[in-house]
């Protein structure tokens, strides 16, 4: 089989590599020239544990390549996969579909034989329609069917999730395109994995219910932190004590400083404007967006109080910029309105994170980057970990303390447990945790 990938990002990219890895013949395309010229010299855009290997062999093994040429990538493929990104449109919070339609446009112009279009980018119900309409106008001798196939994949684990999906969901009403997807997915359907065909709006609603539930159930263990603060219960035994319910499940009940990343704001005010079209409004959603937005803004408060009440002229360090760990990915970052914040209420800070700086760079200023965890502290008068890497997960903390000015920790992540913070002498404050008195 022959599939080209049209986006070469998180998701294009991920996915062409583990169709590749599946025997697939894939071409990966991107418009961005120096993207495609480091993939070629086999140097990543992105960090993605186990990308660069996987990458690697089947390059080797002549199954998977890069162009910038979309017309010869298309013509002759079974399937065409659209991963270009559709992020907030300014201003409105619609998706912007803009990079959508324009590959389809380009698509259009280069079939060549049965072709299945598969829309893998998060879009909103009704852009396959769209789509379809596209390409029927600018090549009605088009032979083509327009599929949704959304990709849950999290970055940090991307190839796992990719390799061994929950399920995966297919919307079509068009046999022969089910077939060529049920071909492309069989070493899936090998491995018993769910496969859900389904019509086309119904795939493409389930991805922004899926992000959608997830972004309550996260922003609702949020507040339930915040209540605990008050009353002095500890959030990660509420976690423990609902999770336990088969109906609840314990994934996604980790409180922090807000749902960040590529994928949750954007898809959850997507949504709610969806919806208030629809007629249907998404009230709970819609709460979620504001909840989750005063939250990251909130964060900053904390460090406040750690320090007493004003961050004026002290040096903060941060640990982590990125929106989790294992992945350089910015986009929508908790870290993009902490620091601000702090910067804005007079501190200075020192950053590290142990793949984002070269994002990070792009989106923040005034700050002083830092070679590693250690020297961020350096005089510090207060730590925050905003991003739980898992080398902040055991930091020498004599060490530390040696190294700050005060010994104090605002764990946004829940890392450490906060009596062994007093017991090593740190003014603590986590998410939702009560802290025992000094002594
Ligand atoms: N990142 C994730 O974790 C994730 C997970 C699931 C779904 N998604 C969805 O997948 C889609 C892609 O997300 P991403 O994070 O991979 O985006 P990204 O920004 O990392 O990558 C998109 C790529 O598409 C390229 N592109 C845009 N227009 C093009 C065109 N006409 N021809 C060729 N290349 C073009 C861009 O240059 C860019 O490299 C989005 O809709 C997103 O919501 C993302």
Known sequence: MRVTMIGTGYVGLVSGACFSEFGVNVTCVDKDVSKIEKLKQGVMPIYEPGLEKLVEDNVKDGRLSFTTELGPAVKGADAVFIAVGTPSRRGDGYADLSYVYAAAEEIAQALDGYTVIVDKSTVPVGTGREVETIIRKTNPKADFDVVSNPEFLREGSAINDFMRPDRVVIGTESERAREVMRRLYRPLHLIETPILFTGRETAELTKYAANAFLAVKITFINEIADLCEKVGADVHDVSKGIGLDGRIGKKFLHPGPGYGGSCFPKDTLALVRTAKDAGAPARIVETVVDINDKRKKRMADKVVDVCGGSVKGKKIAILGL??????????????????????????????????????????????????????????????????????????????????????????????????????????????????????
């Open 322 to 439: 990125t929106f989790k760990p294992n992945t350089d990915d910015m986009r929508d970052a908790p870290s993009l309105e902490i620091v601000p914040a702090l910067q804005a209420a007079g501190a200075n800070l020192s950053v590290f994170d142990p793949e984002g700086m070269e994002e990070a760079k792009k989106m923040l200023s005034g700050v002083e980057w830092c070679e590693n965890v250690y020297d961020t502290m350096k005089d510090a008068d207060a730590m925050v970990l905003v991003t739980e890497w898992n080398e902040f997960r055991s930091l020498d903390l004599p060490r530390v303390k040696k190294l700050m000015k005060t010994p104090a920790m605002v764990d946004l992540r829940n890392v450490y447990s906060p009596a062994e913070m007093v017991a090593s002498g740190f003014n603590y404050i986590g998410v939702g945790r009560p802290v025992p008195k000094k002594g």
